[in-house]
Every structure is written in structure tokens, then in C-alpha cells.
């Protein structure tokens, strides 16, 4: 059965930034896209780079290693449609934020679905 765990303060990640947290086995970027959280998985798929460590700008998530790019809404990769990163199902609680876990690990979301004009929805 799936519960809600805290993994960050709110004041923890303020708008426009992210950070890292370990869930369980994964490693999980979170970020706050002007007050909407976000959760990705945590390691980059170019060299294992930690995203959460990245600069957010906007919605995009850039890793610190080599400068892939991230749609934190879809977990799309800015550049390669076929380049995912799993989607975490969080929200903000009582001045935490909260991460969907099951059996010790985060809960994975759907793949986000083109929309008609290229974009995605989340």
C-alpha cells in the first residue's frame, strides 16, 4: 500500500531551485518550478551526473556534469524526445514536501503524453 513520506522542508527548496534527496534505493531530484514541485529521478542517463545538484531555470533542470537538460513537469529531455527520466508522485503538506512511496520506494507516475503542437502534458 502507497503512504506519503516527507523528504524536504519547504523552506528547504525555495521557488527556482532544486535539490537531491534519497528515497529508498533511488535518487531523487526535487524541485519547485514557482511553487509547483517536481520529482525526477535523480541521476542523469548521459553519466550517472546528479540532477538534483543541477540549475533550475524556469522548468528546465540542467545537470552539473555535462549540461543535459530536463523538463521537470514531463521528464522529457530538452533535446531527445526518447530520453525520459521516471516522474515522482509529490506534494506539499503542512510545510513538508512528500514523496508517493511503495514498499520502501518512490511511486513512479505515467510517462507524460505529446501533446498535438510538440509540447507535453504532465
Known sequence: MAEWLPIAAVSECPPGTSLERVVGERIVALANVDGDWHAIDGL???Q??????GKLCGA???CPWHGWQ????SGRHRL???VNQPRFDVREAEGSVL?????GSPVELPPASPTPSGGTTA
Not at 550517472?48 to 545538484?53: A, R
Not at 530536463?70 to 513537469?73: A, C, E, G, K
Request: proline share 12%; with cysteine; hydrophobic share 35%.
Open 70 to 73: 530536463f523538463d521537470m513537469p
Open 60 to 62: 528546465l533542470l540542467t
Open 44 to 46: 542523469c542517463p548521459h
Open 48 to 53: 550517472g551526473g546528479p540532477l538534483g545538484t
Open 99 to 103: 514523496i508517493r512511496v511503495e514498499g
Open 80 to 82: 531527445s524526445a526518447t
